[in-house]
């Protein structure tokens, strides 16, 4: 590996465009991203898309702390990107990545979260084609943040929407809520507990590629991040104009979630996942979506926690474990900021 400076940090001249740049691009970047698009080192990649609509989407990820249980900022990113493409019924394909540096970071750590986003793209199977590397001055960020856009297939026949909620709809939860806030906030604040917490990260693509192989009746789809799963609920309810009815008892929670979310203040229904996804499919496909939900390792719990019904349009609520009746309002702000 070339020497990038005696520190082993992040300096000014590695975002110059020189010698520099060329090092930490070629050091560190290629090795880990190298494909036949990336490696002719054009500022834009020209890429063969199969036939079908695209799907395009872009986020930024700035969470703190960069490293915590269950994975990184890196692996935050590919999934991140590949599971909201994912919630459209795209089948994921391209990435681009772009990184703002501050200087001083630790290219011992940039190489860490490198090789986490190797392993998530290998797992996801896209390929990152293009990207862009600017260094900013000390203080003028928080270590690194990182923009990823994706680029997807979907195939004829699949219109999934927050818009396409329909009454009659069963609501499919793919595992346990409320996991990746709670370890992101537990590593960001030292709480120790007494059960092992790590975040739920994970790309989401191959469970909904099966899952449209036995459904076309896969109305609306939203992995429930910032906000949880009551921003994600409430959005929906909103967008397709009807009511959402969902059961508290048939609501997976891990007992160190819980017991963490008591301890702070915290309502599980309203902390950020990154692994998880919300399914409204129609009541006879909603059987076979489930169980091929289940055979996939990330949603092996999966259950239907509710349905879409005619009453309380636009609104979310819930039925309590004490047999009484809850609304879930949408969140006035945002309870963990930089959790993704």
Do not use: W
């Amino acid at each position: 590996m070339i020497p990038m400076n005696k520190k082993g940090t992040i300096t000014l001249d590695h975002g110059g465009g020189g010698r520099a740049y060329r090092e930490l691009i070629h050091t560190y970047f290629l090795p880990r991203f190298a494909n036949p698009y990336l490696e002719k080192m054009d500022d834009s990649a020209v890429v063969e898309i199969p036939q079908g609509r695209v799907a395009m989407t872009t986020d930024c990820y700035v969470v703190d702390p960069i490293f915590f249980p269950g994975g990184n900022i890196g692996s935050l990113a590919i999934c991140g990107t590949v599971n909201d493409l994912s919630a459209q019924g795209a089948q994921p394909l391209f990435l681009s990545a772009a990184f703002i540096l501050e200087e001083g970071f630790s290219l011992k750590d940039l190489e860490m979260i490198l090789i986490a986003m190797e392993e998530a793209s290998k797992e996801a199977e896209v390929t990152i084609v293009t990207g862009d590397t600017k260094v900013v001055p000390r203080g003028k960020a928080d270590k690194i943040f990182i923009n990823t856009t994706g680029l997807g297939v979907v195939q004829p026949g699949v219109d999934i929407s927050g818009n396409n909620a329909k009454i009659g709809d069963k609501i499919i939860l793919s595992g346990s809520i409320g996991d990746h806030g709670i370890a992101i906030l537990s590593q960001r604040e030292g709480l120790a507990f007494d059960t092992d917490l790590k975040s739920d990260l994970a790309p989401l693509n191959h469970m909904v590629r099966q899952c449209l192989m036995v459904s076309r009746e896969i109305h609306a789809m939203r992995d429930p991040t910032r906000g949880g799963m009551a921003a994600t609920l409430n959005e929906i309810a909103l967008q397709s104009e009807v009511g959402i009815r969902i059961d508290e008892v048939a609501i997976p929670v891990k007992d160190g979630v819980r017991a963490a979310c008591e301890v702070l203040g915290l309502d599980p229904l309203y902390v950020a996942n990154e692994g998880k996804l919300l399914m409204f499919v129609s009541p006879t496909d909603a059987p076979l979506v489930l169980e091929e939900v289940r055979k996939n390792k990330y949603g092996k719990e999966a259950r239907i926690i509710g349905e879409v019904i005619p009453d309380y349009q636009g609104r979310v609520i819930m039925n309590t474990s004490m047999g009484g009746t809850r609304i879930i309002e949408m969140p006035l702000g945002e309870q963990l900021p930089r959790i993704c």
